[in-house]
């Protein structure tokens, strides 16, 4: 089959699992994941070859960016402790562990144990956000789980590197290589600054056109490349830019733009999502089949289950011991928040949460094929074999089984955001209304706009007193109003339609007022 009639095949397949996937309140990368599987049993479907530098250059910044722009900065500043612990110690832990395993288990060289580490390591960015966003958590573990995952791949990659340049020339060096952690880290983090100041200024330059929407497209892309041109953590540069961003210019653009941003980001992030967990399916029974031939499979796959096994103990090893420490440490830091662990629901949460995905598919698959020309790299097809393993096991295991883990250790979201918002929108309605009373006394507007306005922002007020818990005016508390209000959208809507099928208004004319008809009744 050729690859462009693979790619629409894996697009339509995409669609159909995960509407099965919403149906069956399956997450849908786990899904996409087995209907991989499927797809590649199938006669005439061969698993595409992945280059994976394009892999890491097509995936990885929308996702990282994608997953900053949506960061609550506050919540993911209040718990860096934690979430600085999970990206830098747990990864390095992990990473020793899977070594020493790998080592005197399957009895490969140390160096190879930790290139193994450094693949397996890091619960994907990917993987997080999407099974995460289906999960109703409180906000405080939600941004732990995201947070770790949206900078621990730089620490990952990072050893990786070292872990491939021991291998190639023989030798380590601790101190180097703790020296160029710490310029990459801290590189990747100045240079994510500067680059996003520069995307801000150029979004805010040519904003209100498409040119601004491709900036605001194209800009993950460019800072990923540039920091891999100047060997500083691309991972850290882009979600650095993408926070950037979002707290300094977000509101600073126009309305229609940030729709319009917002929609073609969430659609390109699912295609992308759809795409990478649906390849992570295929590619493991093409790597499964040469070791099948050579009469292997076997014992790797059993070696793979312990390693499999290793990566999630690694990760109750390290967090249920010290997330006492971890809170100790936060509360250091900012006393004047409440903790953001759980206790040890939260930590035994976080401790199973740990899906690995498309980083550890790209690492993988970037192992060099020979040390020179007349040396192959050793092992490389059982890292591969035993990566796919892990990424397909924590996927479908720890993926399907989260949901369980939440409701039984009782950690559904207790709904402050709710509360939250509420009160944001009933402060934002009653500064309105002052600054209503301050514009009738320069300009004396007309009473019939005015009576408009008040009322508009009357109902504001009166929705937010619900949301936040108050008693409502009982004129407005009346329980059919939101379908009233809907009806009257749908007869709008149908006359709109008549309008514009009797020729009486334009399809420009009916697209703007079927828009602002899909404003109001989001606002319901």
Not at 195 to 218: D, E, F, H
């Amino acid at each position: 089959m050729e690859h462009a009639e693979l790619l629409l095949l894996l697009q339509i397949a995409v669609v159909i699992l995960v509407v099965w996937a919403g149906r069956l309140r399956v997450s849908y990368p786990v899904f996409l994941v087995l209907g991989g599987l499927v797809l590649s049993c199938i006669p005439g479907i061969t698993s595409p070859q992945l280059d994976p530098k394009i892999v890491f250059l097509l995936f990885l910044p929308p996702i990282l960016h994608y997953a900053a722009l949506l960061t609550d900065w506050r919540a993911f500043r209040a718990n860096l402790g934690a979430i600085s612990s999970l990206a830098i110690a747990l990864i390095l832990f992990t990473t020793t562990l899977v070594a020493a395993v790998a080592h005197y288990w399957i009895g490969v060289p140390w160096p190879i144990g930790f290139i193994l580490g450094a693949i397996i390591s890091p619960p994907d960015a990917i993987a997080a956000t999407a099974v995460i966003a289906t999960l109703r958590l409180p906000t405080s573990l939600g941004t732990i789980i995201e947070g770790e995952s949206l900078v621990n791949d730089a620490t990952a990659l990072i050893v990786y590197q070292f872990a491939i340049v021991a291998v190639i020339q023989g030798h380590f060096s601790f101190p180097a290589a703790m020296g160029s952690f710490a310029l990459a880290g801290g590189g990747g983090i100045l240079l994510g600054l500067g680059l996003g100041a520069i995307s801000l200024w150029a979004r805010l330059t040519v904003q209100g056109s498409p040119v601004s929407i491709m900036v605001m497209i194209v800009s993950p892309f460019c800072v990923y490349v540039i920091a891999e041109l100047l060997h500083v953590s691309s991972v850290l540069a882009t979600v650095t830019t993408g926070l950037f961003v979002t707290q300094m210019g977000l509101t600073r653009l126009p309305s229609a733009t940030r729709i319009q941003v917002r929609a073609i980001w969430d659609a390109l992030v699912f295609f992308i999502n759809g795409f990478a967990f649906i390849l992570i399916g295929l590619q493991l029974p093409h790597v499964a089949a040469g070791l099948h031939a050579e009469g292997r499979l076997g014992i790797l796959t059993l070696q793979a289950a312990v390693i499999c096994f290793a990566v999630i103990a690694a990760r109750f090893l390290f967090i249920l011991p010290g997330y006492g420490l971890i809170r100790m440490w936060r509360h250091h830091l900012h006393p004047d928040q409440a903790p953001a662990a759980l206790g040890w629901r939260g930590a035994i949460l976080v401790s199973w949460a740990g899906m690995r995905g498309i980083v550890s598919l790209a690492a993988a698959l970037a192992i060099p094929l020979a040390l020179d020309e007349h040396t192959t790299f050793p092992y490389r097809q059982e890292l591969i074999f035993v990566s796919f393993f892990v990424i397909v096991a924590t996927l479908v295991l720890q993926g399907l089984s989260l949901p369980l883990f939440i409701h039984h250790l009782h950690l559904e979201t207790d709904g402050d955001d709710l509360a939250e918002e509420a009160r944001a929108q009933l402060a934002m309605a009653e500064t309105a209304l002052k600054e209503l009373d301050l514009i009738d006394q320069q300009e004396k507007l007309p009473d019939y706009f005015e009576a408009y306005l008040r009322q508009r922002y009357f109902e504001l007020q009166e929705s937010a007193r619900r949301d936040a818990g108050e008693r409502p005016a009982d004129h407005f508390a009346y329980p059919g109003r939101i379908r009233v209000w809907q009806r009257l959208l749908e007869a709008e809507r149908r006359q709109l339609l008549h309008l514009r099928n009797t020729a009486q208004i334009s399809d420009t004319v009916f697209r703007r007022l079927l828009t602002r008809l899909d404003h109001r009744e989001a606002t319901l």
